[in-house]
């Protein structure tokens, strides 16, 4: 009998030990997947609108970065019932962009994006067309003269028009900003269409308003608004303005490409839609199906180039000549180093090497201006872990380039305009890893290699022939650096006095 007590005792003591068992083994399960799993913290959303009543959506790069000072590098917010991964501080936005990289190259198509594109072209584009069109563009860019002497040429001409444009005003103030758009807008036309227009030819004068206007109004509340709440659309002020903005540009592209045509002659290509149009018949007489050399890629490569190309590059001039007229300090060492290395001749992309002051201004002028804050969005292509947090397969993803430009532990006085942030102690040139206006990995900027050169050569160029200085009665702590805020941060309008050199 105490047999058989002591027989069913250890059955029922295994069954439950078994049992504890399972209850161990799934409570540990449940606790290593919920932490697998584990979602990126974030302010407590509300159901349908998120937390969109907490953002401040007219100043959003900054209202994001402070908010990674409470919830850390990886954190959610809701933009109605949309979720977005915000990426924060340098070593995050590399782990993502870089060595995850595949994983966040994806490109985030909103619905205005969806609609303002249709996924053509470069910028707003996935997937195999995306690569074949940025690489045509890259290379084609790159025969060009992107990175070479040809762009070189292009830009030496452009400043020597834009030095006779400054000095016109003769040391009196004028707002800059208009003829520095029309020299980075000339880079490029010369590039896509092979040719360049007088700063009084009402179309740049039309491209480039319209260009600026675009820029803003897709940084606009009233896009963010149309994303979540499409019927909207056609009550929305900016929404309708900037959609005019985009058939209007077309229309103008549309035109030039039908010039281009009439013309063409493979033998002679002479720029960039040259170069599609000829590719495009080769893989036509070569039966090739299913090309992604198609006129809707050719048309919308063209104006991304464009809206790309010209208003970063021209935005960071300006800036630069700002941040020269508030700290004249810097810029008497960057004339002097400019005297003493190329005196009065043309600079030169090769002189470069030899300016290491007026370089390390350039770098700086960029970090501190900042001007594509929030970098654009990109999205997950798979389901991905980053810094023990889960994030599922189509997430929005904004790697905060400000709070890279920014970040406390890869800055020495972050917050301050310091050139010497790209100098070593004997005054030599440095690059810095958490350098990274032009965004990284494969979503890269494709244009960094010429905007570099268009920076280097226009900036080094006027101030060879210009001292910048605030108009006479207005001091230094009167000069207003607060951005606009658009897609771009760009400086208000303010007028500097160009003084020539002797
Ligand atoms: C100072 C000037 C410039 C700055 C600061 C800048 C910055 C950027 C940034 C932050 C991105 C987004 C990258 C990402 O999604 O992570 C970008 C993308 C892009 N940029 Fe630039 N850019 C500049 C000039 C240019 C120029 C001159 C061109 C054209 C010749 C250009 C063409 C493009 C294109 C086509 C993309 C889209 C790349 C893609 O989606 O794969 N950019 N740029």
Request: with cysteine; proline share 5%.
């Amino acid at each position: 009998m105490l047999e058989g007590i002591f027989e069913s005792s250890t059955s029922v003591s295994l069954f439950g030990l078994f049992v504890a068992l399972l209850v161990f083994f799934h409570f540990f399960i449940s606790i290593f997947s919920s932490q697998e799993r584990r979602e990126p913290p974030g302010p407590r959303p509300l159901p349908l609108f998120g937390n969109l009543f907490q953002l401040n959506l007219k100043r959003l790069s900054q209202n994001l970065y402070d908010l990674s000072k409470t919830y850390g590098p990886v954190f959610q917010v809701s933009f109605g019932p949309k979720k977005v991964v915000v990426l924060a501080g340098h070593k995050i936005v590399k782990q993502a962009l870089v060595n995850q990289a595949e994983q966040f190259a994806s490109r985030e198509i909103t619905k205005a994006f969806y609609y303002i594109n249709k996924e053509h072209g470069i910028i707003l584009a996935n997937g195999d067309s995306w690569k074949e069109m940025k690489h045509f563009a890259r290379t084609t860019l790159k025969d060009f003269g992107m990175g070479r002497k040809t762009s070189e040429e292009i830009i030496i001409e452009e400043s020597v028009n834009l030095i006779k444009e400054f000095e016109q005003f003769q040391g009196e103030a004028f707002d800059n900003s208009v003829a520095l758009t029309y020299a980075t807008s000339n880079v490029i036309s010369a590039l896509m269409f092979g040719k360049r227009f007088e700063y009084t030819d009402p179309f740049i004068k039309q491209m480039v308003e319209r260009n600026q206007e675009t820029i803003h109004l897709m940084g606009s509340a009233s896009v963010q608004i149309y994303n979540f709440i499409p019927w909207l659309g056609p009550f929305l002020k900016n929404w309708t303005n900037l959609m005019k903005n985009m058939e209007d540009t077309k229309a103008d592209i549309r035109k030039i490409i039908a010039e281009l045509k009439k013309t063409l002659d493979p033998e002679m290509c002479r720029c960039f839609i040259d170069a599609f149009l000829i590719r495009k018949h080769n893989l036509e007489d070569s039966e090739v199906k299913d090309s992604h050399y198609r006129d809707e890629n050719l048309l919308y490569s063209v104006i991304n180039l464009f809206i790309a190309g010209t208003d970063t590059t021209a935005t960071t001039l300006k800036w630069s000549l700002l941040y020269m007229a508030k700290f004249p300090h810097f810029q008497d060492r960057v004339q002097e180093e400019l005297s003493r290395v190329v005196g009065s001749r043309q600079v030169r992309i090769e002189d470069r090497k030899n300016l290491p002051y007026t370089d390390a201004v350039i770098h700086e002028s960029q970090r501190f201006a900042n001007i594509v804050p929030m970098s654009l969005p990109h999205t997950t292509s798979k389901d991905v872990t980053l810094q023990g947090y889960f994030i599922r397969k189509g997430t929005a993803i904004f790697p905060l380039l400000t709070s890279v430009l920014y970040d406390e532990s890869e800055w020495e006085s972050p917050h301050n305009f310091n050139p010497s942030h790209f100098l070593d102690e004997e005054g030599k040139f440095i690059r810095r890893d958490a350098f990274m206006p032009f965004s990284a990995g494969r979503r890269a900027c494709l244009g960094e290699s010429l905007a570099r050169m268009e920076l280097f050569l226009f900036f080094a160029s006027l101030l060879q022939h210009f001292c910048f200085t605030l108009p006479p009665g207005v001091s230094e702590d009167e000069l207003d650096l607060k951005p606009v805020v658009g897609l771009t941060l760009a400086p208000k309008p303010q007028k500097l006095c160009a003084v020539g050199q002797l």
